[in-house]
């Protein structure tokens, strides 16, 4: 008998990314605000069917962007199960099928999510029975964007964003999300805003610039609930995102984008993560549609969805 779990998992936007200099090891201290909203992707895992090749995962994935999703085993849902499965020595034998919502390399953790979903979805049907505090562990392990998507939520991540403390919010905040054609690398951004640190002479090292800092204001705006005091907070300094300029830097096309939406009456616009979707703060719902709206007919982006935050993170669902 074939059995099943579903997991559903949402996209984050970064609702503040500060980031610190280039360290010795490559990477880069952040202290990151991370908010889960109402975009999702449905992660199911499934036992293969008697007499199916017994090796390891094995992939499928639907929607839009579903030719862009790797279905080897680097896709990150793979390496979660292989990774569950090494850990409890089970066999890693499993149907995973994403149904995917999230924009792929859009900035919103749509790999990450995936991964965070297929764990708790082959712990589930594998009954390996892993604590949360040992899903925690192997979602930092298989990357810093992980761990939030298994708790979704509102969340500061420090170190390389995956030690998490959970933020309270007085939202819910509506945004609208304006999805590009094509990518960002996400190393290729962090190495672009490298590279433009050091072009305005500030140094671009751990040692010439200082730690990351969380926006005391912004971290108030969002546990007050109060969506004006957001908008500035987002808007400080040019924007609350340190990724931002590297990102228009190799996608110059979303200064329009960002324009378009700010225009169209959001009260504040962002590139999300490291981009290439811009986020943008409505009001409340009715301002989220009119926004999306203006942003589809201003040709700016290939597609413009609405979303609220905070959600869950990672969840089974029933049946
Ligand atoms: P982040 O916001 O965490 O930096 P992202 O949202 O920009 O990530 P992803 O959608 O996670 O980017 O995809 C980045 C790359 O990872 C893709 O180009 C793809 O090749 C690869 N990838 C591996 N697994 C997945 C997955 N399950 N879904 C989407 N992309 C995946």
């Not at 090494?86 to 149907?95: D, E, K, S």
């Not at 811009?278 to 589809?296: I, S, T, Y």
């Amino acid at each position: 008998m074939t059995r099943s779990v579903t997991v559903r998992v949402p996209a984050k936007v970064n609702v503040q990314l500060a980031v610190g200099g280039l360290r010795p090891d490559g990477f880069h201290d952040l202290a990151s605000v991370f908010l889960a909203v109402g975009l999702y992707d449905r992660v199911t895992a499934a036992t293969p069917p008697p007499g199916a090749a017994p090796a390891g995962p094995r992939l499928t994935v639907s929607g839009p962007d579903a030719a862009q999703v790797p279905v080897d085993r680097t896709n990150l849902a793979a390496r979660a199960a292989e990774l569950l499965a090494a850990r409890y020595g089970v066999a890693p034998a499993v149907h995973l099928h994403i149904d995917k919502d999230i924009p792929v390399a859009g900035g919103m953790a749509g790999g990450s999510a995936d991964a965070a979903a297929a764990l708790v979805a082959c712990d589930a049907l594998w009954g390996t029975g892993a604590s949360r505090d040992d899903l925690l562990g192997l979602c930092a392990e298989l990357g810093s964007d992980v761990p939030f998507s298994l708790v979704g939520g509102a969340a500061l991540g420090r170190g390389r964003g995956e030690l998490l403390t959970p933020l309270a919010v007085g939202g819910p905040f509506f945004w609208v999300f304006a999805v590009a054609d094509g990518g960002l690398s996400t190393p290729a951004v962090y190495r672009e805003c490298d590279r433009l640190r050091e072009a305005a002479g500030t140094g671009a090292t751990a040692a010439e610039l200082p730690a990351p800092e969380p926006s005391p204001a912004l971290l108030e705006a969002l546990r007050t609930g109060d969506v004006a005091g957001l908008a500035v907070a987002l808007a400080a300094g040019g924007s609350s995102n340190d990724l931002q300029a590297a990102a228009v830097s190799l996608r110059p096309s979303l200064a329009g984008t960002l324009r378009a939406g700010t225009d169209a009456g959001a009260l504040a616009a962002i590139v999300s993560g490291s981009g290439p979707t811009c986020a943008f703060l409505a009001k409340d719902a009715q301002a989220a549609a009119e926004v999306a709206a203006a942003l589809r007919a201003s040709g700016t982006c290939r597609e413009a969805r609405v979303a609220a935050g905070p959600v869950d993170g990672a969840t089974a669902l029933p049946g």
